[in-house]
């Protein structure tokens, strides 16, 4: 995989310089570009490009944390259906790995989305987009501690420390949290683990056990090809179109 960084925060730029590029490779994995610019971009991109294109932080997200979902609720004896969930976090991985839950069979009535100004609710005023509207809830609750009492799941995609032992205490029994927040998780595997003896906990870091992290996935979904020796003209064409290019910008995020 080609690591490309391009710098621009036009968003028109950004995608025509991907779209020239198009003949060399087998896929784009566009990575660490904040929303809402991602999701036209990669709206764009797929509609306009004949390759596949991949957004990591949303998609990648989402699988990998659908996946540590599905095996801690068989874990703690739970159904997707049945479980309310708090998401700390109203971004392009939020989002994703919320409609990929739906998918899975997770009630949206059953979800709790918050951001740093508390839990995101209908006729809440502040801070809003198209895309966090579509996920709010009929609900009293408004802090992030309200929100987490009596449920069964918390899913971390936010910044470190905004989730208390109290806060693990208050949640539902054999509680699932993933606090995936890099480099300080929004609680950490010991804080939590002390708090509750039953708490399935998993983070984004690889020194705690159970990391949750879309990184290791990327080589599934772009598998490097390498030119190997005695390959033809056409077939070594054909080795470097498998090849994907990842192209970020930090000021983007």
């Known amino acids: 995989m080609f690591d490309l960084e391009l710098d621009t925060l036009d968003t028109e730029t950004f995608i025509s310089a991907v779209k020239v590029l198009e ?19 990669e709206e764009r991109l797929k509609k306009e490009m004949k390759i596949p294109v991949f957004h990591d932080d949303q998609h990648g997200t989402a699988i990998i944390s659908a996946a540590a979902l599905e095996n801690a609720l068989e874990v703690a004896g ?62 009293d609750r408004r802090t992030l501690a309200e929100a987490l009492v009596g449920a069964d799941v918390f899913v971390g995609l936010s910044i470190g420390g905004v989730v208390t032992q109290d806060m693990v205490r ?54 490097r090809c390498s030119r190997l020796p005695g390959h033809d003209d056409q077939r070594r064409d054909e080795t470097r179109r498998l090849e994907g290019a990842e192209f970020s910008h930090p000021r983007m995020h």
């Open 170 to 223: 208050s949640m539902a029994s054999d509680p699932i949290v993933f606090a995936m927040a890099n480099p300080d998780p929004e609680i950490g595997y010991e804080e939590a683990t002390a708090a509750r003896h039953d708490v399935i906990m998993a983070t984004g870091r690889s020194d705690y056990p159970n990391q949750v992290k879309q990184r290791p996935g990327i080589s599934v979904h772009f598998p």
């Open 23 to 41: 003949p060399t490779f087998g896929g784009i994995n566009l990575e660490d570009i904040a929303a809402p610019a991602c999701f036209e971009i």
């Open 78 to 139: 739970k159904n997707i259906g049945d479980v309310r969930i708090v998401i700390s976090g109203a971004g392009a991985a939020a989002m994703a790995c919320l409609r990929l839950y739906i998918k899975m069979g997770l009630r949206k009535k059953n979800v709790l989305l918050t951001d740093s100004k508390g839990v995101i609710y209908k006729g809440r005023t502040i801070d809003m987009t198209p895309y966090k509207q579509e996920f709010a809830a009929e609900t």
